[in-house]
């Protein structure tokens, strides 16, 4: 087993299909919507299966959900710079839509393909979060959902190679790390900003079998047009 920081699971989190109605306010922010984004926490031990943490569930599921983003984890750190900087103080854990809210790791420390054991779940890491306007409407804030991608804290998603029971104290033991040069900030970074990429960068996401598949495709695309732009 590879070494790591101490890391723990702050909170176990679920969330149902809500409607959500109009408001008074400008653009985007103002219009109806349909989500299972805001999460609330879950007491004690949890299952979790392949599809993800019991009692969750997903809205649109042509792009969210599924084995490969069935977990969504995101950094307990990063709430403390969101108070400060947005001044909303109630930003806490499910704040950002995740499942599973976790002390000790970042988008900057977790790999592409990193494994870890919490309680009886085996969890693998299959591609960086995309912000989406959800992240505005939640909390009311026009450009939030940029500044996540900017400050690349959007969190990350975890395939489930074992399903098992998990609680929220639980640690959080990395067991594998096949990939230590593609960090999920990494990855992320290359995905949002095309200027920044090169031919051997794309290629070699393009061919990771432990990047989640569309990831994979979105990557073959651009090494595609690279090499017709030669």
């Avoid at 103002?30 to 299966?49: D, H, N, Q, Y």
């Avoid at 704040?95 to 592409?112: P, R």
Wanted: contains cysteine; neutral net charge; proline residues 5%.
């Amino acid at each position: 087993m590879t070494t790591q920081k101490s890391a723990q699971l702050v909170a176990v989190l679920a969330g149902k299909v809500r409607d959500f109605p109009a408001t008074e306010e400008p653009g985007h922010l103002g219009r109806p919507w349909r989500s299972a984004f805001i999460k609330e926490a879950l007491a004690g031990t949890v299952e979790v299966r392949r599809l993800g943490v019991e009692g969750d569930e997903v809205a649109d599921t042509k792009v969210h959900g599924g084995p490969e983003q069935s977990v969504l984890a995101y950094p307990y750190e990063h709430y403390q710079r969101w108070r400060s900087e947005s001044g909303v103080e109630e930003m806490g854990p499910g704040g950002f839509g995740e499942n599973l809210c976790i002390d000790g790791l970042d988008e900057g420390s977790v790999c592409i393909g990193d494994s870890y054991k919490i309680g009886t779940v085996l969890l693998q890491v299959s591609l960086p979060r995309l912000p989406c306007s959800s992240i505005d409407r939640r909390w009311r804030r026009k450009g939030l959902m940029k500044q996540v991608g900017e400050f690349s804290r959007t969190g990350w998603y975890f395939r489930v190679l074992q399903e098992g029971k998990l609680a929220a104290s639980d640690p959080v033991l990395r067991t594998a790390r096949p990939l230590p040069q593609w960090t999920v900030k990494r990855v992320l970074q290359l995905r949002l900003n095309n200027d920044e990429e090169s031919l051997d960068q794309v290629t070699e996401l393009a061919e990771c079998d432990l990047l989640a598949p569309h990831w994979r495709e979105h990557f073959a695309q651009r090494a595609s047009r690279h090499v017709l732009s030669q």
